[in-house]
């Protein structure tokens, strides 16, 4: 694992790791909540925040400062899981612009899109939002300029490289470029996740 | 019996936040203004997080059938107890069969109604706050609406009657100053962005809900392609999107985002966001990171003089 040696302040009670990689990032949460120092410990694609109780920040910030990350000690999941997507129309209004930036055709896209086989990198945003990367190298989708109010449940998008899978419905600021029927977030079910780092992930057209 | 009436634009149960689950997506919930409604519990003797009715802009009414001690706090409203006034920041003694009326306020956005040893409320992941887009928490996971009938966890007799030293009584006037220190993207500003940053008078957009506030009439411009990978927000962050309108986040923070983080808003200011409607100015005054602790430690030693004293 490559991270920064110490992590810098970003707010008054919050630190902030650098790293390479999404795994390297996951990797690095999962320890230092182990560390169980903080409020919460929250892994992005390339960083890791730590967020603590100003009573605690300078014993924080002393574990911190020893802290060695461990690659070798984490795990994630492997499985395969298949999503049915519907691509495009009402539930993709921005395939076109999509395809249109990429230069692909939709049916090209969609050919992508279903052909690889993508991996879900981080869970965020809100619950259960999952990021997905698997999109070929120099995707650059930009995210919209101005953030849609609501945003269906199931809704999928594409921003940078990464698929995103919108869980609840909600605002939300990637271009959609089709639906999933499955839930991804049921607070009801004794696993509410199903998507976890790690997982596999094959899209269906349908 | 707790029978609500009207419920306002929006009332929602809400007690601790839900701390640890970030990185699962789930965001804090809790009160929009955490200091007003530690007051309120204050009041009625319950600890600062216990779980009580946050109301939108007034227009509440509620019914009980027995009696209790209330205590309402927070943007102010005319507060009616059976067609007769009753203060702010006092402990009331209901009598069984009482009606409770609050009316919008001029400024301010929120109220906090605490009753004593709490509302019943479902926990869900640690927490009985309400968290409305994932129907997390509170009533059923939802809005109060009338007709909803709440209960109380424990029957038990308050017999002082608290009021809020002067002191401690947040004024609202439509004018926010927040104390706030650089973030993690804030170099994507230029010099006189940054310098605009700290100096503009911002005025409160259409969006200001619990998630976030839209801060506009000064647009700014970081140097962003808009393809920042995703980092974590937490409540106090101020992303910046295209549109060059920074958002504030609040208690409904989502957990990351990909807009560049321009500032953050000190812990010991972030109470205020709660307060803020369109239309209302926020400045924000340039700490950094230390000085902000120092305050923070500051104002909950002051705090903690009153939320801690019990007779």
């Avoid at chain 2, 926020?282 to 230390?290: D, K, M, N």
Wanted: negative net charge.
């Amino acid at each position: 694992m490559s991270a920064q040696r110490l992590a810098r302040r970003i707010a008054d009670d919050v630190f902030e790791y650098r790293v390479e990689t999404p795994q390297d990032a996951q990797a690095l949460a999962s320890q230092l909540r182990a560390l169980d120092l903080a409020e919460d410990v929250v892994a992005g694609l390339d960083t890791v925040s730590v967020r603590c109780d100003p009573e605690y920040l300078t014993a924080v910030e002393a574990a911190l400062a020893t802290f060695e990350p461990d690659a070798a000690g984490f795990q994630l999941e492997s499985e395969t899981i298949e999503l049915s997507i519907q691509y495009g129309g009402e539930f993709g209004p921005d395939l076109k612009a999509v395809c249109d930036q990429t230069g692909l055709s939709e049916s090209a896209f969609i050919a992508v899109h279903t052909e690889r086989t993508h991996t879900v990198e981080m869970i965020g945003f809100t619950p259960g939002f999952s990021y997905i990367s698997g999109l070929p190298d120099g995707f650059a989708v930009p995210r919209l300029s101005q953030p849609r109010s609501r945003v269906p449940v199931g809704s999928v998008g594409v921003s940078s490289d990464f698929t995103g899978v919108y869980a609840l419905a909600g605002p939300g600021g990637w271009p959609l470029i089709g639906r999933i029927q499955d839930l991804l977030f049921d607070p009801e079910s004794a696993s509410p996740f199903r998507l976890s780092p790690g997982h596999r992930v094959k899209f269906k057209a349908v | 019996m707790f029978q609500i009436v009207a419920a306002g634009l929006q009332t929602t149960l809400q007690g601790a936040p839900r701390l640890g689950y970030r990185h699962l997506g789930i965001p804090y919930a809790g009160p929009a203004d955490a200091l007003s409604m530690a007051l309120a519990n204050r009041l009625v003797d319950n600890s600062t997080d216990a779980t009580c009715l946050e109301i939108t802009y007034g227009g509440f009414e509620a019914e009980t059938d027995t009696a209790c001690a209330i205590a309402i706090t927070g943007a102010g409203g005319e507060v009616l107890l059976s067609g007769a006034p009753a203060p702010m920041h006092e402990t009331l003694h209901v009598p069984a069969g009482a009606r409770l009326k609050l009316k919008p306020a001029r400024y301010g956005a929120r109220a906090y109604l605490a009753i004593h040893s709490g509302f019943r409320a479902r926990a869900q992941f640690g927490a009985t706050s309400t968290y409305l887009p994932a129907q997390l928490g509170g009533h059923e996971g939802r809005a109060l609406r009338a007709g909803d009938v709440l209960s109380v966890t424990a029957q038990a007799q308050v017999r002082q009657t608290w009021q809020t030293p002067d002191a401690l009584r947040p004024l609202f006037d439509g004018k926010f100053a927040l104390r706030a220190t650089i973030s993690a993207e804030t170099e994507l500003l230029d010099d006189v962005m940054r310098e605009a940053l700290f100096s503009n008078t911002f005025i409160v957009g259409r969006q200001a809900t619990r998630m976030g506030i839209s801060l506009e009439g000064h647009p700014l411009f970081p140097a962003s392609d808009g393809m920042m990978k995703s980092a974590p927000v937490f409540p106090g962050t101020i992303q910046c999107p295209p549109s060059g309108i920074p958002i504030a986040l609040l208690c409904d923070a989502q957990t990351t985002g990909g807009y560049p983080r321009i500032a953050s808003i000190a812990r010991c200011d972030r109470h205020q966001l709660g307060q803020m409607r369109p239309g209302d100015q926020v400045r924000l005054l340039h700490r950094t990171p230390e000085q902000a602790v120092i305050e923070y430690e500051r104002k909950q030693v002051l705090l903690n003089g009153w939320l801690d004293r019990r007779a």
